[in-house]
Nanobody
Framework: QVQLVESGGELVQAGGSLRLSCAASGLTFSAYSMAWFRQAPGKEREFVAT????????YYTDSVKGRFTISRDNAKSTVYLQMNTLKPEDTANYYCAAGLCSGYGCYTRGAYAYWGQGTQVTVSS
């Protein structure tokens, strides 16, 4: 059974930093592209960042470029999202996802077969 378990979300002031983690089990982690999505109340779940299975490439949505960094440790079956200079508009439930996709195919929800339950990030102004 595949499990993705996120952690690290909390309440933080604007301008602060957080590091989210997502521990995977039940799958061959190194074979999957990994991604972070987020969903704010009343809004659609949106793509945040993705990283290729070998960490050879990463891609970010425009609103987080230069502030967020996605990384992975295949030995630990864990993907991370380092979030700096947080803004109130970053407030959302953050989900990690695993998929057998590559390149531009990794930017949409449909590319991912497995999802975590999410971790809440709240940025106060």
């Amino acid at each position: 059974q595949v499990q993705l378990v996120e952690s690290g979300g909390e309440l933080v002031q604007a301008g602060g930093s957080l590091r989210l983690s997502c521990a995977a089990s039940g799958l061959t982690f190194s074979a999957y592209s990994m991604a972070w999505f987020r969903q704010a109340p009343g809004k659609e779940r949106e793509f945040v960042a993705t990283i290729a299975k070998s960490s050879s490439s990463t891609y970010y949505t425009d609103s987080v470029k230069g502030r967020f960094t996605i990384s992975r440790d295949n030995a630990k079956s864990t993907v991370y999202l380092q979030m700096n200079t947080l803004k109130p508009e970053d407030t959302a439930n953050y989900y990690c996802a695993a998929g057998l996709c590559s390149g531009y195919g990794c930017y949409t929800r449909g590319a991912y077969a497995y999802w975590g339950q999410g971790t809440q990030v709240t940025v106060s102004s």
